[in-house]
């Protein structure tokens, strides 16, 4: 699973991600990091087994920790209709020189756009 943490001036000074990892003995992911002096942001994906106790681990420190939602795409139900695809601001939906369809969910910042236009249901943000 994915949290973003946002860090303030007085937690970017200290080692707390470095604590966490070490405090819980888990390696965390690190998907992007936008740190500086003033403050800053880290994406991180998190074991789902874990998440609970390692977001407590964060907010105990004062980190505030905000839960990202991920695309899940059933193939099952997408008939690769290609309404998704043109809604996407950052470019998640390919079409396929086949004329599928197919997602980079990694890209994916979970606006919503591509979910209410799928006329079968196939994409979901949990
Ligand atoms: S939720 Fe937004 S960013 Fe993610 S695939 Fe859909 S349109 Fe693109
Ligand atoms: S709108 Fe739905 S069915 Fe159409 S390509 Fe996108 S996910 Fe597949």
Redo the contacts with the bound molecule.
């Keep these: 699973m994915r949290a973003l943490l946002k860090f303030d001036e007085e937690q970017t000074s200290q080692p707390i991600t470095a604590q966490v990892i070490l405090e819980q003995a888990l390696p965390i992911n690190i998907l992007r990091a936008d740190v500086k002096p003033a403050g800053g942001e880290i994406l991180v994906e998190i074991p789902q087994d874990r998440f609970d106790e390692v977001v407590k681990a964060f907010q105990k420190r004062g980190v505030t920790v905000i839960v990202e939602k991920r695309?899940a795409i059933d193939g099952d139900k997408c008939i690769h209709c290609g309404a998704?695809y043109s809604?996407?601001?950052?470019s998640?939906?390919r079409f396929e020189e086949d004329y599928t369809v197919t997602?980079d969910e990694d890209?994916?910042?979970?606006?919503?756009?591509?979910?209410d236009a799928c006329p079968t249901h196939a994409?979901e943000?949990l």
């Design positions: 695309l998704c809604l996407c601001p950052v998640v939906i997602f890209k994916c910042v979970a606006c919503g756009l591509c979910i994409l943000l």
